[in-house]
């Protein structure tokens, strides 16, 4: 359809001017005050790379510019804290879509409006001061398309709407492949999902600085382990925990564990390491208490049988939660989430409890991650209901004995939140963040009281080459300050076989504002084109070629550090994990992330 609009719109656009240059002053008059114009018709299919820039330049042949000047006394918001700047336009049809972008004189980006999927747009600027504005309505796939436009200042509502204001961040980002030798085991798989892909990577770092990442094989292929200790400069492949690892480091081979369906990786306070690796008989967890170089590995760790997408968590320095999502031959054929709990760094699991009880009506669909509170020792996880528009918290107060289950957010009926795993996280402060998806946006939800209430959801991405997003994951810092990473894409649809996808980071040092501010930027290049299918083995054939999640995690520097995976040119070569550090910490108002 993009291919069909543009060709219209190069057609069009040589023969008459299609869009219309307009201006308008928007005046203190000591309280709300608008201006209102109709534009258009609007004809293309163009868009920014990721809010960097527009090409072909935007320009009055091709969308409407409006010149604003704001014209306000320098002490309008001290008089009007509550005040802000909206521009809005809107049209008829969600079949066309249409974009916001504000620039100031010297062309910085100071807001944008770009969602699709919609028949409106809200570019909310915030306090803007007075001056000179360039606003620039983008025709982004639509045909002779007419809209209303108004820019609007006025007090915002005294109560969190789900809105946010969206600006260009200025990270920097590079990328280190990490590379294994080949396999010597197991190297002529029956099926390709199962072995060379190194999917679903993980990124840690213990309280020294070294950096570890995993990826899995697959099922009996393991789970990959790669080790730096100089902040992410050079890695060393240490083969797999979960089976081969003595074996590689010995040059004999390669291939083989008991484990890589899924994996997880975290470290305790005193370095020590836990990897989860799944094999849906069971859960292999591998525990290290020297830096990765022996393991003592359990291949029964769940203590359950017919386990499937295991997460762990460490406490201090020995207690491990591993939570997995059973079945069902244990509870009458309905699925439920277990947590064991280990008390020596994650060599054994005495400890079962029961989190979702079905008897009780409560199910779980897709299950997200653990973590623990390491100031008080709450233990959190969030799963996404039987009914797909449910998102719920489990929490444990008790040292994972006894769990209590919130609904947190309920979207209308007939929609779904349940593309792949929900995310959590906790602050230095103690405060909870979610996010998940829509399967077009990735929203955020935040909580000040351990659960108790939580802000209405936000929606983090945008841009042109962020309407549909998937897969977000968020990574908490200092108080209300998150990374969230996401896959993006231009595409209006998740499964479009020609939709081109970025590793995107958004940035928020203040998810308890009434509005928060997000910071986007791109951290890859095109990583992936194809659909990304969010529905497991259920997916069709060369649609699931990234799995369900990347982890990512920030460094004890601020920066933050991105893992994706790196699809080979032909699916029967091998693909690669691949490490996408941030380089220039601006923006970043982190500390050590929690553990």
């Excluded at 213990?206 to 200790?229: C, E, F, H, R």
């Excluded at 094999?279 to 290290?288: D, E, K, Y």
């Excluded at 997200?368 to 020792?377: E, H, S, T």
């Excluded at 894409?489 to 076989?497: E, G, R």
Aim: net charge negative; with cysteine.
């Amino acid at each position: 359809m993009k291919k069909f609009l543009l060709l219209i719109f190069v057609c069009l656009i040589t023969t008459a001017a299609l869009a219309a240059n307009l201006s308008g002053t928007l005046t203190d008059n000591s309280g709300p005050a608008s201006i209102s114009w109709n534009g258009g018709p609007l004809t293309g299919a163009l868009g920014y790379g990721g809010l960097l820039g527009l090409s072909p330049p935007c320009n009055s042949t091709i969308c409407d510019i409006y010149n604003l000047t704001l014209s306000i006394p320098s002490n309008f918001y001290s008089s009007n804290p509550n005040f802000a700047v909206h521009v809005k336009v809107g049209w008829n049809s969600n079949i066309q879509d249409i974009d916001v972008y504000v620039f100031d004189v010297n062309g910085n980006l100071v807001g944008a409006s770009a969602t699709g999927g919609t028949i409106s747009e809200d570019a909310d600027l915030g306090q803007l001061p007075a001056g000179s504005y360039t606003i620039q309505i983008v025709p982004a796939s639509c045909v002779a398309t007419s809209y209303g436009g108004t820019v609007n200042m006025a007090q915002e509502p005294a109560l969190p709407m789900g809105k946010a204001q969206y600006k260009l961040g200025n990270f920097t980002f590079t990328s280190q492949v990490l590379t294994r030798p080949p396999q010597t085991i197991n190297n002529n798989p029956a099926t390709p999902i199962f072995f060379e892909q190194d999917a679903e990577p993980r990124v840690v770092h213990d309280p020294v600085g070294n950096i570890y990442v995993g990826a899995i094989q697959g099922v009996p292929a393991g789970t990959d382990l790669w080790k730096s200790m100089d902040g992410g400069n050079t890695f060393t492949y240490l083969g797999e925990p979960d089976g081969t690892q003595a074996a590689a480091a010995a040059g004999a081979g390669t291939g083989v564990g008991i484990g890589g369906g899924d994996e997880d990786i975290d470290v305790g306070s005193s370095g020590k390491l836990a990897l989860a690796s799944l094999w849906l008989g069971s859960v292999t967890n591998s525990a290290s208490s020297d830096g990765a170089t022996t393991w003592v590995t359990n291949p029964f760790a769940s203590d359950l049988p017919e386990d499937d997408r295991q997460w762990l968590a460490f406490y201090g320095q020995n207690v491990v939660y591993l939570t997995t999502k059973q079945l069902g031959t244990l509870d009458n054929s309905t699925l439920t989430i277990y947590v064991v709990k280990s008390f020596d760094g994650g060599i054994t699991f005495p400890q079962v409890a029961e989190v979702t009880k079905p008897a009780l009506g409560v199910q779980p669909g897709d299950q997200g991650n653990i973590v623990v509170d390491q100031n008080n020792g709450n233990v959190y996880m969030v799963f996404i209901g039987a009914y797909p528009n449910q998102v719920y918290l489990a929490k444990s107060t008790d040292g994972g004995l006894n769990w209590l289950l919130k609904l947190i957010y309920q979207s209308p009926s007939g929609t779904s939140l349940q593309h792949v795993f929900p995310a959590i996280a906790i602050d230095r402060g103690g405060n909870l963040h979610v996010v998940f998806n829509d399967g077009r946006r990735s929203l955020l939800t935040s909580s000040r009281d351990q659960g108790a209430s939580w802000t209405t959801p936000v929606q983090v991405n945008t841009g042109a080459n962020a309407k549909t997003s998937v897969e977000p994951w968020v990574v908490a810092g200092d108080v209300g300050k998150l990374n969230i990473f996401f896959y993006g894409t231009s595409a209006s649809d998740f499964m479009n076989p020609n939709a081109q996808w970025q590793i995107f980071m958004a940035q928020t040092p203040n998810a308890f504002r009434n509005v928060p501010v997000f910071y986007i930027k791109p951290a890859t290049g095109v990583m992936h084109k194809g659909a990304i299918c969010v529905n497991g083995t259920a997916c069709p054939s060369g649609t699931r070629n990234l799995l369900e999640y990347f982890f990512p995690d920030t460094y004890m520097d601020g920066n933050a550090l991105a893992i994706s995976r790196r699809l080979a040119r032909k699916p029967e070569h091998h693909h690669y994990a691949t490490l996408v550090p941030q380089t220039d910490r601006r923006h970043a108002h982190f500390g050590n992330a929690m553990m």
